[in-house]
């Protein structure tokens, strides 16, 4: 098979691999069809079977391609107002994102909606990678997928079906819609549609849905959107690509999230996002997520003492097909546990070794459960112990959660899958809010916003909260995100926030890079002006669990820079 065979075969997976291959391990199979994203990081197309032997083997618990969904639940531009976004693009400032390139990771565009042609009526776009699309040419450099140009997109556009000749599009309207509110044109003055970086270039990377080996093992409910991190790890390497090829600035908006993860370090997706961040010219604004509210996390502590235990209680809904429970001790702790079904069955206390699993069935209930043990896991160094339950039965489940004596104070996170990835109702039952950002708005390098509703300046009830698991800040800073005009109509989520926020930095590009006033920005430092920025209530303490440092405020950014 070639490469790009393997690349779309439902029998070869994804593995990432974050050390230099293949001259350390000399493996052929990973040789065989490997991309490099960057310098820790590569992507391997693998047999599956290979897979499940290279990380039970190494332990390496990363090394899989994690799945992640999409965060989202007459026009009216008073979210912009309300975030600063609107006084800046008008003089003496008149900031609209000009030179910069905008990078939108998702779920594609609908290119020939007007808020995306510029006066001309020609596409502000510069290319659409679409990964689902095999009948093109790839980009240079990749394996798979589609590559439209701006060309190729004015030429569509004047046919009487534009989608005929450029037939890349967008079914779900998820990436169409976070595209308008960060980069959309204005229309009619503003009567019809106002984009917060109006006038800034945008690549779209439309990504495929994740393979059914992928869905399978994280029991991914039929027709729900789910994305795996290589591509999305390869999507954001061609954004990236632009701050060299065009000479621009680039920002990358991501409007997706997960649950699998330790919440401190992050996924290799994450870290890589750290490695970009760093970088000058480029920004990387993440969503936190809409798993405040779910009930999908539990934090806790085992009582001291040989014969202490701490019960968790998750109570599965009818109909759920499966869910994965991950759960993380904080070092030095070493942890065993039991598991009681709704019927009274039990799993008696198990001890786990360094890197083990096991398979257990029931007398009386149809539920299969593994469970998969690593003692220390390779990036952070703590326990990790994943619950796999298959067909499990309605009603409450108890994990019985047990600390070695002398081993630690027992602190132990539990993370359920994110809303869309369960059929039903399924949640712990003494649940904590906090700790709840999803996966990769949790990297430290990256601007994470939370969400709030702008039209009362409350906190919206769904969005994720921190701080990270060991206390880092996050989120950065609150974004409106509750009732958003987009391109397709009013939508609430954390992906909104998200692409408001980019619009924000794009216009602060434009007056750094562009207007060359800050030539060499990073990321951290754009990150300190927005924080520095933010418009906080005097009723409250920053930073804060909710809100971050405040509330999106572009205007107060240069409002801090003028008292200076």
Known sequence: MTCNEKILSEDYGELIIDFTVPVEIQDPIIAECLTVVNERFSIAYVPLNYIDRFTSSLYRYDNGSRVYGLMQEAFDPISLANSGIIRTQRPPLSLTGRGVVMAFIDTGIRYAEPMFLNSAGNTRLLTIWDQTIQTGTPPDGYNYGSLFTRDDINKALQAKNPYAVVPSTDEDGHGTAMASVAAGSILDGGYTFWGAAPEADIVVIKLRQAKKYLRDFYFIPEGVPAYGGADIMLGVKFAESFARTMQKPVVICIGMGTNTGNHVLGSPLARYLNDIAINRNRSVVICGGNEGNAAHHFSGSVPEGVNGYRDVEIRVGEGEGGFLVEMWGNVPNIFDASVKTPGGETIPRFK????????????????????????????????????????????????????????????????????????????????????TLTDPGIAEGAITVSTYNDVNNSFYVNSGRGFLRNGMIKPDFAAPGVGISTALGRRTGSSLAAAITAGGVAQFLQWAVVQQNNLLITNPELKSYFIRGATRSSDLEYPNRNWGYGRLNVTGVFDVMARV
Do not use: C, H
């Open 352 to 435: 786990l070794g360094v890197g083990s699993g096991q398979r257990y069935t029931f007398v009386y209930e149809k539920t299969v459960i593994t469970i998969q043990s690593i003692l220390v896991e390779a990036a952070t160094g703590e326990e990790l112990i994943i619950f796999r339950f298959e067909a499990p039965t309605p009603g409450v489940w108890t994990i019985r959660v047990f600390n070695q004596p002398d081993e630690g104070n027992g602190v132990f996170n539990m993370w359920l899958p994110i809303t869309q990835f369960l059929k039903s109702n399924t949640f712990f039952l003494n649940s904590s809010p906090y700790i």
